[in-house]
């Protein structure tokens, strides 16, 4: 029983490392090499579920199109 138990959560475990997201500072250096090669800006936007000037910044951004 122990070890069937063991075995789910190791499963488990390693499935989710599939699913894992990519590391902040690597999706920050892909941004900036490619906006250097476009010679393009960069916006980083900081953004926490619990804070409501977050949820505040986030609708009037999104009011506002972007172009590429």
């Not at 069937?4 to 999706?27: H, P, W």
């Not at 250096?29 to 476009?38: F, M």
């Not at 010679?39 to 980083?44: E, G, H, R, T, Y």
């Amino acid at each position: 029983m122990k070890f069937s138990k063991i075995l789910v959560i190791a499963g488990l475990l390693l499935f989710q490392l599939n699913f894992a997201q990519e590391r902040a500072d690597v999706v920050l250096n892909k941004a900036l090499t490619e906006a250097k090669a476009k010679n393009k800006n960069v916006l980083l936007v900081f953004h926490a579920s619990w804070c409501k000037w977050c949820h505040v910044m986030e609708k009037n951004i999104s009011e506002y199109q972007c172009y590429s």
